[in-house]
Every structure is written in structure tokens, then in C-alpha cells.
């Protein structure tokens, strides 16, 4: 028989002994919970809020898994959505936020910066095509500088405002094309050069994603052709200088050849106006100075006059069309 001692202390090892399962059994319970509107959490409270790893299942569908703080995600954390996505990353009191990963079921996918849910920052998104961008996004949507690049070869490197080209870029085409310049709304658009894979230029304006506007066009055998195009095509007048120095006053409609005139200087029959001389296509002169009806143009081949009323050496009457002299020349780069 027992000593009243032993008695006593197995009666408080007894009460230790329930009090402790007592505790686990209470502690067990609190780490899973059924909330009214059907949703299921596994996890730890504290003064009533969830801390710490946790598990939410949302009665929709939705799951998450990670780091909660003060009853929000916050941390570490993945979240399952039922149609398939899946995001791993930073949370910010509720939100996506800071570096992190978002999947498609499809097989799109994002790697980058979030801030409030949004994909937002330095990121990479690939597309279940194979194609890929690197660079700057702004709600989603890919705005400021980044690359582009698809399957098919083609790439762009340049700036985006609301998901498309807007501002300064480069973009090298499937076929070897390359451009550089302007564009506006996934178009070129403004002051650009075009580069063909046999080495033909065209340095001027576009509109509308077509050659549009005063420009150069420099072919590989050194022929230089200065005039309008429109929608693509040369429209208008211009001046082409062969490798040979030899210069044509052209006209053009629709990309078809309607009037070309040999020009040539002839310093017996002087025609002067801005400043320069000019080549005269009417053999009236009289005392050596150009005289009559017709056009010109400058001996630098840079300006043509169009209709042009000339007595003796001096304009009268006409349209003076004054075009680019070089790449770089501010005329080149104007809305015109």
C-alpha cells in the first residue's frame, strides 16, 4: 500500500499528465478551422489573428500556402487559383507584391516584379509560343524599355507605353529587314531608316507603318534618290543622282515613273537664286542668263524648283522644294 506521499504525488502527476493532453488536444484543434461561408484554414492564431504558416482553402476553389501576418498573406507564399494559375512570390499584407513567379494553364508565364497584384517592374514573360519580352511593365501591361523577340526570328528592342511599340526603336524582321526609329501605337511612325538585306536604304519620314513623307534612298550602286513617298511608294517630285554623277529631275505617281528630264549645268546659261545655282531644262537664255519657262535643279541636287517662271538669271514665279542633304539633316527629321 501506497504512502500517503506517494498518493499525493501521484495525484499531481496525474493532473500534470491531463492538463498537458488537456493542452495538446485544445492546441490541435485551434490549427484548423471551418469558417461559415465554407471556407478551411490550417493554421495559428494569435489574439484572434492568423501568424505564421498557413494554409487557406477557399470554398471556390483557391488555395494558398505560405507566411500570414496580422489574418493576411504576408511573405512567402503560393497561391493556387482553381483555373489553373499558379503564383509563387512575395505577398505584401494581402497583395502580390515584390519578386515572384505567375503561371498559365495555357503555359504562359511570368518571372519579375509585382506591386499590388499587378505585374509591375523589371520583369520576363514568356508566351506558350516560344515568344519573350525583358523589360519594364506597368500595370500589367508592358510600358518604358524592353526587348521582344518571337519564333519566327523577329525582335524588337526598343520602348513600350500600354503594351505596344511608342517612342524610339529597333526592329530586325524575320526576313533580314531592319528598322530603326520612331514608332507610335506598334506602327512606324515618324522619322526612321529601313535597311533591306541587300543593303538598299531608305532614311526619311513614315506614317502609318508605310514610307510616307520627304527621304533619301540610297541603292547599292551608289544611286542617291531624294524626293516624296507615299503609303510605300515614290509620289511626286524628286531629284536621283546616279553613281555617275549624272542628275534626273524625276516625277512619280503612285510608285510609277511619269516625267524624267536630264539635267545638266551649263554655265553659259546661268540661273542663280537663294544663293545657288541652278540647272535649267529650257535652252532660252538670253545674255547668258536663263530666261523662260520650266524646272530646275540645285547643282548640289538637294532642291528642285517646279513650274518655275525665270527672266534673265533670277525666279519669278515657281515652287522651290528644298530636300534632305544627308541623313542627319534637321529638314529630314520635320513633319513636313
Known sequence: MRSLAERVILKKLSACIFLFFSVVTISAQSKEWLLDNGDRVLGERVDGLLQGQVEYFWSAGDRFLGEFKDDLPHGHGSYFWVDGR????????GSRSGFGRLTWSNGD?????????????????????????????????????????????????????????NGG??????????????????????????????????????ASDERSGKALMYWRDGTVYRGFFRDGEQ???????????????????????????????????????????????????????????????SFSGTSVIVGGKFILGRLVEGEVIEYPSSDNSLLLKSDD
Open 86 to 93: 499558379v503564383y509563387v512570390g512575395n505577398f505584401e499584407y
Open 109 to 165: 508565364k511570368y518571372e519579375g516584379m509585382f506591386k499590388e497584384n499587378d505585374m509591375h517592374g523589371k520583369g520576363i514573360f514568356v508566351w506558350s509560343d516560344g515568344s519573350t519580352y525583358e523589360g519594364e511593365f506597368v500595370k500589367n501591361k508592358r510600358e518604358g524599355l524592353g526587348e521582344m523577340l518571337w519564333p519566327s526570328g523577329q525582335r524588337y528592342l526598343g520602348n513600350f507605353k500600354e503594351d505596344e511599340f
Open 235 to 297: 509620289d511626286g517630285y524628286g531629284i536621283k543622282l546616279d553613281g555617275g554623277g549624272a542628275v534626273e529631275l524625276q516625277f512619280w505617281q503612285s510608285g510609277h515613273l511619269k516625267i524624267s528630264e536630264r539635267m545638266e549645268r551649263n554655265d553659259r546659261c546661268t540661273l542663280e537664286h537663294l544663293g545657288r545655282f541652278w540647272m535649267f531644262d529650257s535652252d532660252d537664255c538670253i545674255n547668258g542668263l536663263a530666261t523662260g519657262k520650266g524646272n530646275a535643279v
Open 169 to 206: 526603336g529597333h526592329l530586325i524582321y524575320s526576313d533580314g529587314k531592319i528598322y530603326k526609329g520612331s514608332f507610335r501605337k506598334n506602327q512606324r511612325d515618324g522619322f526612321g531608316e529601313l535597311i533591306w538585306p541587300s543593303g538598299v536604304r531608305y532614311v526619311g519620314q513614315f
